[in-house]
């Protein structure tokens, strides 16, 4: 099959999978190499190459940080020329507004003039697991991956905003970033979105040049990007070259209509939801996933399995992690780490056993710390096929 042939046709066969749950990840045994715009990536699933959006593997998420060249990658336009070449002649963030002091900052200036901070942070598309929605929906057909924890470094967004003065009019804070638009239009801006005022103040929202220690990749938002954790990803926008802090809420492209937006009130599947009935996500569900073993292995029946993976969620840490071998009729209770930092996701172990030979599936559930479980099935269908935290499961055969 040629690559177009695979890359118009890998939605629809991962939609064949997710009628029967999460057992089988797309992608997962070929484990294809990327196209020639991912250079620098190994390994990652491809969903398309323009704009280049591509997601890990489940067992390439083991490690405590999600390394540079498995992390997720999603894009709305073109990777700028800027990160590309790494060349920062001429750059400089803006920050525009409803400030007292507009402020224009080389990276030198940020570097120097504020606190640099270092954390682990996850961060996850809130398309993550739309492969599973029934009946389906548009965008990309992501299943599990996209999602992963690096260590960023940075300085804190809210110190930077101080420094220019925030005005009592100030109600949210967006970005801009110079990735031109797929048509070429330079007046065109592919994606411009923003979080609340409260969310920017927060301690743990960042303005980062470093991933993983090594400068931020070109895939990842050369020479600076916001990190938002525990808000969809799409809020820490790439390629700044302005924050606009605003008197009401951000309109740019991809914060109206239906974009990174759910139904205010449960709607049946496949409804026809008014537009206005729609509301902006803002902190992600609990959610975990099984990284050890992968799906699909056998195991001797009367030897016990060890099971890993790795929790988190948008509002605060995880409280438990429960894992099943039984379909739910039992549980058995993780060991759960605390998170390297706040909004860095946790290892939770456990180990199952089988009486006799024969199929097994493996279920994980995690609950926040407000008492917020997974859901067994993909919950609350949506137009855009947002915000699927459902148990995570993986098949074993005991023999």
């Given at each position: 099959?040629?690559?177009?042939?695979?890359?118009?046709?890998?939605?629809?066969?991962?939609?064949?999978?997710?009628?029967?749950?999460?057992?089988?990840?797309?992608?997962?045994?070929?484990?294809?190499?990327p196209?020639?715009?991912?250079?620098?990536?190994?390994?990652?699933?491809?969903?398309?190459?323009?704009?280049?959006?591509?997601e890990?593997?489940?067992?390439?998420?083991?490690?405590?940080?999600?390394?540079?060249?498995?992390?997720?990658?999603?894009?709305?336009g073109?990777?700028?020329?800027?990160?590309?070449?790494?060349?920062?002649?001429?750059?400089?963030?803006?920050?525009?507004?409803?400030?007292?002091?507009?402020?224009?900052l080389?990276?030198?200036?940020?570097?120097?003039?504020?606190?640099?901070?270092?954390?682990?942070?996850?961060?996850?598309?809130?398309?993550?697991?739309?492969?599973?929605?029934?009946?389906?929906?548009a965008?990309?057909?992501?299943?599990?991956?996209?999602?992963?924890?690096a260590?960023?470094?940075?300085v804190?967004?809210?110190?930077?905003?101080?420094?220019?003065?925030?005005?009592?009019?100030?109600?949210?804070?967006?970005?801009?970033?110079?990735?031109?638009?797929?048509s070429?239009?330079?007046?065109?801006?592919?994606?411009?979105?923003?979080?609340?005022?409260?969310?920017?103040?927060d301690?743990?929202?960042?303005?980062?040049?470093?991933?993983?220690?090594?400068?931020?990749?070109?895939?990842?938002?050369?020479?600076?990007?916001?990190?938002?954790?525990?808000?969809?990803?799409?809020?820490?926008?790439?390629?700044?070259?302005?924050?606009?802090?605003?008197?009401?809420?951000?309109?740019?492209?991809?914060?109206?209509?239906?974009s990174?937006?759910?139904p205010?009130?449960?709607?049946?599947?496949g409804?026809?939801?008014?537009?206005?009935?729609?509301?902006?996500?803002?902190?992600?569900?609990?959610?975990?996933?099984?990284?050890?073993p992968?799906?699909?292995?056998?195991?001797?029946?009367?030897?016990?399995?060890?099971?890993?993976?790795?929790?988190?969620?948008?509002?605060g840490?995880?409280?438990?992690?429960?894992?099943?071998?039984?379909?739910?009729?039992?549980?058995i209770?993780?060991?759960?780490q605390e998170?390297?930092?706040?909004?860095?996701?946790?290892?939770?172990?456990?180990?199952?056993?089988?009486?006799?030979?024969?199929?097994?599936?493996?279920?994980?559930?995690?609950?926040?710390?407000?008492?917020?479980?997974?859901?067994m099935?993909?919950?609350?269908?949506?137009?855009?096929g947002?915000l699927?935290?459902?148990?995570?499961r993986?098949?074993?055969?005991?023999?």
């Amino acid at each position: 099959m040629s690559r177009r042939r695979f890359l118009s046709s890998a939605p629809a066969a991962g939609a064949g999978l997710a009628a029967v749950g999460s057992l089988v990840e797309a992608g997962g045994r070929e484990r294809r190499q990327p196209a020639a715009a991912l250079e620098g990536k190994t390994g990652l699933r491809i969903l398309s190459e323009r704009p280049v959006n591509a997601e890990t593997v489940v067992t390439d998420l083991d490690p405590r940080r999600t390394s540079n060249d498995k992390h997720f990658v999603r894009n709305n336009g073109e990777v700028p020329e800027r990160a590309l070449s790494g060349d920062l002649g001429g750059w400089v963030l803006e920050v525009v507004g409803e400030v007292e002091s507009e402020l224009r900052l080389g990276l030198d200036d940020i570097r120097a003039g504020f606190e640099n901070v270092t954390a682990s942070l996850v961060l996850e598309c809130a398309g993550n697991g739309r492969a599973a929605f029934r009946p389906m929906v548009a965008g990309n057909a992501w299943w599990l991956g996209a999602v992963g924890c690096a260590r960023y470094t940075g300085v804190r967004l809210r110190d930077v905003l101080a420094s220019a003065g925030i005005r009592d009019t100030a109600v949210y804070v967006a970005w801009y970033g110079e990735d031109p638009h797929l048509s070429g239009d330079a007046a065109e801006v592919p994606i411009s979105r923003g979080v609340p005022l409260s969310k920017a103040m927060d301690e743990s929202t960042l303005l980062a040049w470093e991933m993983n220690g090594e400068p931020l990749p070109p895939h990842h938002g050369f020479p600076l990007r916001i990190v938002a954790p525990g808000y969809p990803a799409s809020a820490s926008g790439k390629w700044l070259t302005r924050l606009w802090v605003r008197d009401r809420v951000h309109d740019g492209p991809k914060m109206t209509g239906f974009s990174y937006r759910v139904p205010r009130y449960p709607v049946a599947p496949g409804a026809d939801v008014p537009e206005e009935d729609m509301q902006i996500i803002g902190e992600m569900p609990v959610k975990s996933l099984i990284t050890r073993p992968a799906t699909g292995i056998q195991h001797p029946a009367v030897t016990p399995l060890p099971v890993r993976g790795w929790a988190w969620a948008g509002g605060g840490p995880v409280h438990a992690v429960h894992v099943s071998s039984d379909f739910g009729a039992t549980w058995i209770e993780c060991r759960l780490q605390e998170p390297e930092n706040r909004f860095a996701w946790q290892r939770f172990e456990a180990t199952v056993g089988f009486d006799i030979a024969g199929h097994y599936e493996i279920w994980a559930r995690a609950t926040d710390h407000r008492g917020r479980t997974q859901p067994m099935v993909v919950p609350g269908w949506n137009p855009r096929g947002y915000l699927n935290n459902a148990m995570h499961r993986i098949a074993v055969t005991a023999v």
